[in-house]
């Protein structure tokens, strides 16, 4: 009887420890690719240092898990690895014009190889034009802006990198934290799905896609989900089952991100929670989704990479934006698109100015009215297509003009469009804790010191 106990005891302590490996190696892989894919796009697209890098964003996260990764920049071949000794490693791969891949089922050597022949260059873009705020309204727009890049709580870092005030298409205010500029492409996140919101646009514009019509999702011809249109995915009312959890390595979100080789087939694969229409729930997944189903409308490959540059960045002048794909060629468009804070003004500009620029008119007609209309599953009114209504943890007390909505990503990333006061605010940092940014009070502040409304 000892010795079967002994057996026994023996193979449940085995049993826990495998299970614990598994556990680690899942959690470590996800770390390896957070922490690989911020260094590589950090280093290769925004031209920064990698012990800043590792100092300013990785640090600001305090995560065990980060801590335990390893990352290692290659800059002859263009390759970053993060890794944990014996349990964890992630590859990723830049590429001219398509920035970061992570190379999850894929050798790094063979997703370099298939960026060659690929022109992605942008086409040189006219500079912004300046105005000013004369007097005291610009005295205090003046002390508005600075304002963002105080630390007044040290439980609650702003860590305030870029804003840019845009009014009647000038810029008016622009202010960098030392280490940014203005030709610094800076990560939106999850401001990517109000890019994605905008190419969607245009292939709705082109014929090319349908709002009311099913998502081209081959994996859904045959059940329910074939019911998902391409307005319950741009919408956030799918009905899928998808985690959106940053804080927990598993989740879909962060296994999506950083651990997949196709977010789109990741989150298309995922069951129905809800009837498609009925439920909105944020999900990332639904963007990367929308991001896949637009390859049908493409005859290559080639064509599809190209199109964000053709049918939008070009266009409006955001030369300095690189979206960036997957292993599997998709573009990730909930989460990795960088551009200069000029650039991303250039995205509000556009929406301020009903989807038209210099004259022409870039995204359909109605298409920024829909973008910026309610959706019918949203519980307080507070998202519309791809765009937020209403951001989560305001001031009661701030208040916007109702015409007013936002892009908005992880760690503060803002652009607040005002179409009835044609003003664009857009603020880029690394605010992790929850209430260290108010963008709506920042926003309000702003609109007070350009009226002559606000404190002397």
Known sequence: MRTRAKVFLGLAAAGLLGAALVVAHRGLTVAAGVKAKAMCSGVFVSGRAPEAIEREDMAAYASAFLDAVRVDVDRARRTVTGSVPLLARSDVVYRDGLGC???????????????????????????????????????????????????????????????????????????????FGPDM???????????????????????????????????????????????????MSSGLAFAEDYWTPFSDVNVMLFASPDAGALAAAKPLDAPPGTRWAYASGTTNIVARAMRAAFP????????????????????????????????????????????????????????????????????????????????????????????????????????????????GQHVTVIPSRRVVVVRMGLSLKRGAWDQTAFAAAVLASLDGSGPP
């Not at 003004?345 to 301020?352: C, P, T, Y």
């Open 101 to 179: 891949t992570i190379a999850a089922g894929v050798a790094p050597d063979v997703l370099a190889a298939q960026a060659k022949g690929l022109d992605l260059s942008p086409r040189r873009a006219e500079p912004l034009p300046r105005g000013a705020v004369d007097g005291q309204r610009g005295e205090a727009l003046d002390r508005i802006v600075a304002s963002a890049f105080d630390e007044p709580d040290t439980e609650r870092l702003r860590r305030t990198r870029a804003v840019v005030v845009v009014k009647d298409g000038r810029i008016v205010a622009e202010r960098y934290a030392p280490g």
């Open 185 to 235: 492409p800076l990560p939106g996140w999850s401001m990517a799905k109000s890019v994605v919101g905008a190419l969607a646009g245009v292939l709705v514009g082109e014929g090319k896609m349908q709002v009311e019509a099913p998502a081209p999702v081959d994996e859904w011809r045959d059940d329910p989900r074939k019911a998902i249109t391409l307005d319950a995915l741009l919408r």
């Open 300 to 411: 290559t490959h080639a064509d599809y990479l190209g199109f964000p540059r053709r049918a939008l960045f070009d266009r409006i002048g955001m030369a300095s934006a690189v979206l960036e794909p997957d292993a599997s060629g998709t573009f990730v468009g909930s989460s990795f698109l960088f551009a200069t804070a000029r650039d991303w003004a250039r995205l509000g500009i556009l929406h301020a100015q009903d989807g038209v620029w210099n004259g022409e008119r870039v995204l359909p007609e109605g298409w920024v009215r829909y973008s910026a209309t309610p959706a019918p599953a949203a519980p307080a009114a507070q998202y519309g297509a791809q765009w937020w209504l209403r951001l989560d943890g305001a001031s009661p007390e701030a208040t916007l003009p109702p015409d007013a909505f936002h892009a908005s990503g992880h760690g």
